[in-house]
């Protein structure tokens, strides 16, 4: 026994859309960053997610906590004209503890 026609009509022409999470919460975040600019931790995960260029001469600090930094992802690239002092000791990973040559 087939559906009635008005069915079939009703299912050919009705489409299916997918729950984007990614979507959604870039969505979300684009509006409370334009809602709240002057909070960071709105505009961190959306900066997280650009391309950085390094240019020469130029290095990008980086923080220990990749999500709780305000670091290069923040202000961007620094000449390393304006670096000051040179690291001297490693301490993680635990395996290459020990001293920069």
């Known amino acids: 026994m087939l559906p009635p ?6 299912k050919e022409s009705t489409r299916v859309q997918y729950y984007d999470p990614f979507a959604m919460e870039t969505a979300r975040l684009s509006f409370l960053r334009g809602a ?3 909070e960071s931790r709105y ?8 391309i950085i260029y390094v240019g020469e001469g130029r ?3 980086l923080g220990d906590n990749r ?5 290069g992802r923040i202000f961007g690239t620094v000449k ?7 690291g001297a000791f490693k301490y993680w990973p635990l ?7």
């Open 5 to 10: 026609e008005e069915l079939i009509e009703k």
């Open 36 to 38: 709240y600019p002057h």
């Open 43 to 50: 505009r961190s995960w959306i900066i997280n997610k650009r």
């Open 59 to 61: 290095i990008l600090p």
């Open 67 to 71: 999500d709780n930094s305000r670091d």
């Open 80 to 86: 390393t004209s304006k670096i000051l002092g040179k």
């Open 95 to 101: 395996n290459r503890l020990g001293g920069i040559y």
